[in-house]
T-cell receptor, first 115, second 112 residues
Framework: EAGVTQSPTHLIKTRGQQATLRCSPI?????VYWYQQALGLGLQFLLW???????NRGNFPPRFSGRQFPNYSSELNVNALELEDSALYLC??????????????FGPGTRLTVL | QQQVKQSPQSLIVQKGGISIINCAYE??????FPWYQQFPGKGPALLIA?????SEKKEGRFTISFNKSAKQFSLHIMDSQPGDSATYFC???????????FGKGTTLSVSS
């Protein structure tokens, strides 16, 4: 069974630009979660999608947005990039959004560098 | 109330020793407590998880101890090996499938 995949592996942008990160969940998983892992800050929850709907978002500004496609893959968009957006962005997937214990499996991440 | 506090921040253990990492939470709605292991340049990997209806869960050399009344849980790594050197994250969540709340991580170094 293939794991969670993310692309690109690395992304370099300049301040003010937009970044788009992509995630493909494990086959059979309908929920996708996005987390930001900045140096020294652990994993911070960004967004949760299930069955194509945004279910919850963390304490991040609206310039962080995303969507989930009919095949359950997901895209994270970060607009008006700031230097402090530099981080590892992790995607996780789980089998279902509600009613089950929340086993989340992570991809390898996309390293975003904002210059 | 949504925080998960993890300690220590870093840990050095001799090969063959026991590594112990502790976490504490405040929100009593949490009912799922996983531990993740992360190697440099990789995403976190689910290591072991516990639910509050049991006080201990063991998988190989890894054991979670859970104290519901104290709202604390810990990871014990028995017979620690150099290959266990990684960053470990505790987390808390609930059955509703909301996002996990992570501790800030513990960097474990096992010296040979």
């Amino acid at each position: 069974e293939a794991g969670v995949t993310q692309s690109p592996t690395h992304l370099i942008k300049t301040r003010g630009q937009q970044a788009t990160l992509r995630c493909s969940p494990i086959s059979g998983h309908t929920s996708v979660y996005w987390y930001q892992q900045a140096l020294g800050l652990g994993l911070q929850f960004l967004l949760w999608y299930d069955e194509g709907e945004e279910r919850n978002r963390g304490n991040f500004p609206p310039r962080f947005s995303g969507r989930q496609f009919p095949n359950y893959s997901s895209e994270l968009n970060v607009n008006a990039l700031e230097l402090e957006d530099s981080a590892l962005y992790l995607c996780a997937s789980s089998r279902a959004g509600t009613g089950t214990y929340n086993e989340q499996f992570f991809g390898p991440g996309t390293r975003l560098t904002v210059l | 109330q949504q925080q998960v506090k993890q300690s220590p921040q870093s840990l050095i253990v001799q090969k063959g020793g026991i590594s112990i990492i502790n976490c504490a939470y405040e929100n009593t709605a949490f009912d799922y407590f996983p531990w993740y292991q992360q190697f440099p340049g990789k995403g976190p990997a689910l290591l072991i998880a516990i639910r509050p209806d049991v006080s201990e869960k063991k998988e190989g050399r890894f054991t979670i101890s859970f104290n519901k009344s104290a709202k604390q849980f810990s990871l014990h790594i028995m017979d620690s090996q150099p290959g266990d050197s990684a960053t470990y994250f505790c987390a808390a969540g609930n059955q509703a499938g909301t996002a996990l709340i992570f501790g800030k991580g513990t960097t474990l170094s096992v010296s040979s």
